[in-house]
């Protein structure tokens, strides 16, 4: 009997996810994955005799609902879950549509709310599992200018993740939310951030913030998605398991000043936060 853990990763046919999956299998583990484009992902990932690749549309609930299922169908089981999947949207608040923020939202949030309202059904008649929600620094830091609406769907993807380790302890599942700074990845390119349709050059800091990220950080990104993808696997696999994991001392770093100030703003404005309490 194959005893290791089978493993379901979306958005695996590049950056993180793809890397991750290489990885797993290497490794020997069971692996299903899903994209937008079954070709894209079999081509990228190669032919391997555990693994399953899956053409899915995460923010349609049929469509997750029936690749969780041909994933049970083909290896009996689901123990790690990686919400991966997701984009970057740039724009400030005001240049942002409501179809732009709201997409960003349908793929960054309800995507991996839908993996998860499917999957849960099976981690919890099994009694284990683990799930994973890729978040990012944005999701605890939101001082990038332009990008609000993306640090927006990271927070809540950080406020869901408690919540579910919360509910899902009870039965033997653990939750862990994953604040990636920047990776060497694909994700600053043109297919994985997305740039405001209506741009104002009124908003000079986040043209800068737009023309640093595409032009000065992107293929100079401090982490090695390499060794994030072992790091993921190492936590998957520890009695353990934490619920915040930061990977990259850039995003420990930014967490790190974002605490401080957290803290500073909390002691210099207690005498206020008291004064509202109703007193005997």
């Known amino acids: 009997m194959d005893t ?9 046919s590049k ?16 692996v299903a994955a899903t994209s937008r484009s079954l070709n894209a992902l079999e081509s990228a990932v ?9 053409q899915v549309d995460l923010v349609n609930e049929e469509s997750v609902e029936a690749g ?8 009996d089981r689901i123990d790690v879950v ?7 949207q740039n724009g400030t608040l005001e240049e942002l549509s409501d179809d732009e923020s709201r997409q960003n939202f349908d793929v960054n949030v309800f995507g991996m709310l839908n993996i998860v309202r499917k999957v849960m059904p099976h981690l919890r008649e099994q009694k284990s599992g683990h799930i ?7 999701g605890m830091v939101a001082n990038f200018p332009g990008f609000g609406i993306y640090c927006a769907t990271k927070f809540a993807v950080v406020g869901l993740t408690e919540a579910l380790s919360a509910e899902a302890k009870p039965f033997g599942i653990n939750a862990t939310v994953v604040y990636p700074g920047y990776f060497r990845t694909e994700f600053l390119s043109d297919d994985s951030l997305n740039l405001a349709k209506n741009r104002m050059d009124v908003y000079t800091e986040a043209r800068e913030s737009e023309r640093m990220h595409k032009e000065d950080i992107a ?14 696997i190492e936590v998957a696999e520890s009695e353990n398991p934490t619920l915040h994991l930061f990977l990259g001392s850039d995003s420990y770093n930014m967490a790190q000043d974002k605490l401080k100030s957290l803290e500073t703003a909390l002691e210099n404005n207690k005498a206020l936060s008291h004064s509202t309490d109703f007193k005997n």
């Open 4 to 12: 290791k853990k089978v493993w379901l990763v979306t958005g695996a």
């Open 15 to 30: 950056g993180l996810g793809l890397i991750l999956v290489k990885k797993l299998l290497n490794h020997g583990y069971r």
């Open 46 to 54: 190669g032919k391997h005799h555990n693994f399953l690749p899956l």
């Open 68 to 75: 969780i299922s041909g994933v049970l169908e083909a290896f």
């Open 82 to 88: 990686v919400n991966n999947a997701g984009y970057g």
């Open 132 to 138: 994973f929600n890729i978040s990012s620094i944005a």
């Open 219 to 232: 293929g100079n990104q401090l982490g090695n998605p390499e060794k994030a993808a072992e790091v993921l």
